[in-house]
């Protein structure tokens, strides 16, 4: 009896920290992967995507762009849409992206499609150095890399020490170190 509680107490914790998703990062593999759990007990996902050039996390769908292929997931990770697209990155803004060829599309979320955008969105700097400005100083370890925004909320910090989460949406914010590696 004692192990059944145990083992139902196990689950529930890993349920929990499996829970809501954080953001989204791109793995050193070159694959999409959710970041998933509460404030310091993360967890990344399984690839939903590989080759991954760019992408967006927010709100309830999480879109990605490949070399030639335009994706969106919903919020389980389930994919939903697919199109084909010019070579490169892309930029996008909310449920809107535009390519490299400076063509503007949006993801219809009752039909989930991407269509042709009425106009082009503006683009907000994609650096996240931009926003770590705006907040108070957060002492990270190693020398910055990369930084990408996970989520609106989250940043996801690349040094020579390792992968790091830092929360911006609070009066200080934190850093916690995300279970990224080669092999995960």
Known sequence: MKFLVLFAAAASAFAAVGGPRVGCLVHPDGSLRQVLGVRGNF????PLAADVLS?????????????????????????????????????????????EDDTALVFNEKDQTWRPAAERPAVPP???????????????????ERIERMSARWLHVITTEGHF?????RDDPELFALPVGARQ
């Open 55 to 99: 992408f967006s996390c927010d709100g309830d769908f999480l879109f990605a762009k490949t070399s030639t292929t335009l994706l969106a997931f919903n919020r389980t990770g389930a994919e939903v849409a697919r199109q084909d697209t010019v070579p490169g990155k892309a930029a996008f803004v909310g449920l809107s992206v535009i390519l």
């Open 126 to 144: 994609r650096d996240g150095k931009i926003l770590l400005d705006e907040v108070k100083a957060v002492p990270i370890p190693g020398d910055i």
């Open 165 to 169: 989460a830092v929360d911006t949406g």
């Open 43 to 46: 967890i990344v996902s399984s």
